[in-house]
């Protein structure tokens, strides 16, 4: 009778665990909906508004670009820059996502900042072929201080980079146009 009791103890032991692993299985297969628990209702408490959502401000945007075409202004679209301490990365904006500037063979083109909020204070400009979307190959146009002053790619369509660092060292800004030239 002493084997007896060892087995008996061992089995009730094994009957339990298998009970327990089962316990929480359901002879609903798994994916099929079942009935939801049920949940009583508790009382709804009114929350404060987050103090860090109430005073974020938006980003600084960087200055607005115009690119002037005999007298004519045409906005451009800012890449990468950083402005007043807060920057944001950006690769070379292709022509796709430009919109066309038509600019006639051989015009003087110079780039302004708009709004008054700074100045120039040195520029570098180049174009890559607007068939080339990342800029694999580009060309100078010139460079200076200052006051921005180009001659116009040749014929063809461009995408004309303006690079621009802002006086007072308030930051720097990549600026781009999709130049069409007949």
Do not use: F, H, K
Not at 49 to 63: K, L, N, Y
Not at 152 to 163: F, H, Q, T, Y
């Amino acid at each position: 009778m002493s084997s007896a009791m060892p087995r008996r103890a061992i089995l009730v032991v094994a009957i339990l665990a298998l009970a327990g692993c089962t316990a929480g299985a359901s002879n609903v297969p798994s994916g099929a909906p079942s009935d939801p628990p049920s949940a009583t209702p508790s009382p709804s408490v009114a929350s404060e508004p987050s103090a860090a959502g109430a005073t974020e401000a938006p980003a600084p945007e960087a200055p607005v670009a115009e690119l002037v075409i005999d007298g004519d202004r045409y906005p451009g679209t800012v890449g990468g820059y950083s402005w007043d301490g807060y920057s944001q990365s950006a690769p070379w904006l292709p022509a796709t996502g430009l919109s066309p500037v038509e600019v006639p063979a051989d015009a003087a083109l110079s780039v302004e900042l708009a709004g008054g909020q700074t100045g120039i204070a040195t520029w570098t400009a180049r174009v890559a072929d607007a068939a080339d979307p990342a800029a694999a190959t580009t060309r100078p146009l010139g460079e200076g201080n200052s006051t921005v002053a180009i001659v116009g790619p040749g014929s063809g369509a461009w995408v004309l980079e303006v690079r621009v660092t802002y006086a007072d060292e308030r930051g720097d800004a990549a600026y781009y146009w999709q130049l069409v030239v007949p």
